[in-house]
């Protein structure tokens, strides 16, 4: 059933970019048409007068506030242009309406008070677009001078669209201080971008239909076994079709499954060549979920997807990603919801596995002198910037990971005892629980290409709906995930 999500998640974002990488490749290589020379200037028996240089007001230096969290955070020693500098910048599409886009904006405005010689030209790029734009701008060798992050195994350094970050840029000692995850790619040993927050998986509760039996979020079970039979009890038939699904789960299982192999304390890959596709912890993840249509009998394989059904009021429970919040705002902003801890086979960590994010920009490779220069200002300031990496993250559904970091457990108390949370509000108490979720344990093992994505679809299908044996399944795919591996340049991040 199709999503009426209005909104395009981090993961699906990354999927879509992906499927259009090789086309943007394949142009790439084809080239772009050539750029004829510039004309030579009209000889002038004498040069013409020239305009005065604008006059560039006194440049702040420091941190832009005296915030103790600020402060304890530090700083840098700061570069300005003796003269007017313009950068362009290549960032996501959206308006200010999207508290996300907003923060970043937002950001870039105090950037510019910090650096008034320097201005950012924001353009917005559709995320299908964004991959033909770039390869057709390094081509050509004219194009932003900044990048948004918005990576996918390395493909920016891969093509040349990004420059490394050199250690006079952000130290070494202050990534290790501030707890910094580096990503360093290729074999160059380069580093390329930096990450300071994370996204992962919480349970989104229904507290109307909880409150119509008589239960709260807080009961909610900690162990898959006992979740399964309490939403047992949340699982409404008519004539028997399922009208109201205990857990919606369809269309996202297959993340649960990923997500409850790390739960066992296993790992998908057991190197860069060889998955763990076929073993006792992926079978027993395909199984719990075959249960919960089943033997709990909170699903039904031809119920609403995870998102829709829990939106419109006909689940009682879903597990999404901490990215739905703003979804759930756009999308269902009447909806009573609240954030519970993940289920897992224990009932305490792992929890799954999540995603490292980063301040937000990349220096192209097309920057130059004193626009290069000007980039990595701006890629200091924001990395810097306290309160540019708290909004920046809380907006999209990401907890601050570095030193120091928000107090994620008086932000979940503050908004306990409010009868009628805000949107807002809600989104901040997901966050706390995804804070301790963190704390209790998670993976990191990178990003899940398109061409893997799409593979994990199919071994949902295969079990999940049409209902084939699981061990036959998985020994198929165990094969033809193995050859993808060995066959893509595919990066793997380091499992952490």
Known sequence: MQSSSKLLSRREMLKLMGMTAGAAALASCAGAP??????????????AAQEPAAAVPA???????DDPNQVAFGWYDEWHSPE????????????????????????????????????????????????????????AKQGPDILFEADREAEYPRRGAIRDIPSDVVSPQFIKDRKFYEVRPLDDGKLYWI??????????????????????????????????????DLTKLDG?????????????????????????????????????????????????????????????????????AIGTGKAAFAQVWTWFGSALEANYPDMDWAPVTYPTFTGGGPYGRFDYDGPGWMVSTLAEDNRLMAAWELFKYHAHEYQHLVDRSHTAGLILVTDPRP??????????????PTQAQRRAQSLAV?????????????????????????????????QRPIDEVLAEYQKIYDEMLANTNFWITPEA
């Not at 050539?34 to 004498?46: G, M, N, R, S």
């Not at 107090?407 to 009628?420: I, P, R």
């Not at 804070?435 to 299908?461: H, I, L, S």
């Open 407 to 420: 107090d994620y457990d008086t932000m979940f108390a503050e908004v306990a005892n409010v009868e009628s």
């Open 34 to 47: 050539p750029v004829a020379p510039a004309a030579p200037a009209a000889q002038q028996e004498a040069p």
């Open 195 to 232: 990450h300071c927050s994370a996204m992962g998986p919480i349970l989104y509760a229904n507290k109307t239909i909880l409150a119509e039996a008589g239960l709260k979020p807080e009961d909610t079970p900690k162990t898959w076994d006992e979740f399964g039979k309490f939403c047992k």
């Open 240 to 308: 028997g079709s399922m009208v109201q699904a205990g857990f919606a789960f369809n269309g996202y299982s297959r993340y649960i499954w990923n997500d409850m192999i790390y739960q066992q304390g296993a790992q998908l890959y057991e190197s860069p060549t060889k998955s763990r596709v076929d073993s006792p912890e992926s079978k027993a993840a395909w199984q719990m979920l075959v249960d919960m249509y089943d033997t709990y009998q909170v699903n039904d394989r031809t119920f609403l997807n995870f998102d829709e």
């Open 59 to 65: 440049a702040p230096s420091g941190p832009p506030s």
């Open 434 to 466: 995804l804070a301790k979720q963190f704390d209790g344990g998670m993976v990191f093992p990178g990003e899940v290409a398109a061409p893997f994505d799409d593979t994990w679809r199919k071994m949902e299908e295969a079990i999940l709906i049409n």
């Open 84 to 139: 007017p500098v313009e950068l362009l910048l290549w960032g996501p599409p959206g308006d200010e309406t999207d508290p996300w886009i907003n923060a970043m904006k937002q950001g870039l405005a105090r950037f510019g008070e910090h650096y008034p010689e320097i201005t950012t030209n924001y353009e917005p790029i559709p995320w299908d677009q964004l991959d033909t734009k770039v390869n057709a701008a390094i081509a």
